[in-house]
């Protein structure tokens, strides 16, 4: 079958993950979520009691640099199509989509040696999977400036919160408009502005901007592009 890399970037919430599967279920790829592994290192270390702080101590550092090259990280999609994810094997899907992991996730991804050491994991997953399509904040900038096309999504900041607003309460789940909207541009704001992979768009991703557009608006305007390629 013919190698295919497309990689996905861009701001929180905007819907790199719906697109990513949509994607990676058409055109037979199998699907990179790097926020899962930023967030599950997040949860790893709470696990090992390492708090931003503890990593001044230069021996605890390395240790830690050390232990997430190899983070015991498994992703398996269960009988509905949902993808899993294991941390040894214990199943941390839905700590793993909780906005205090995702604020943690984006607190230690600034520091550089991190993200080094997370930058090796994804690098070895991509190397089982010739046909793959990563999702992130860096993937077509810093961990595969190689793919042969990249996309960057954005909506407005209201916009996303809206749809995460509108999620949450179908799901039945308890929802703050204001605090969802917060929370976004916060982590945004703390992704754009990091010293080392900041997120910005690669000089050759597609920008895609989807806050008029819905999921079928947005897919169709990504297979436009990748059919043209
Ligand atoms: O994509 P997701 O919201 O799951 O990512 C959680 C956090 O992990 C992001 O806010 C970001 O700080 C960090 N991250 C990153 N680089 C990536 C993917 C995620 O820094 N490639």
Known sequence: M?????????????????????????????????????????????????????????????QVCDKLKNIPLTFAENEAGVLQVYLDQENITQLLRLETTAAKASSFAVIPEIRTALLERQRKFALDYPRLVAEGRDMGTVVFPQAQIKFFLDASPKAKAERRYKELCEKGEKANFDEILALLEQRDYQDKNRKVAPLVPASDAIIIDTTNLGIEETFAAIEKHLQEK
Do not use: H, W
């Open 2 to 62: 013919e190698k295919l890399l497309i990689t996905i970037d861009g701001t929180s919430g905007v819907g790199k993950g719906t697109m990513a599967k949509l994607l990676a279920d058409k055109y037979n790829c199998q699907r990179l979520d790097s926020g899962a592994i930023y967030r599950a290192a997040a949860i790893y270390l709470g696990k090992l009691n390492i708090e931003k702080e503890d990593l001044q101590d230069p021996e605890v550092f390395a």
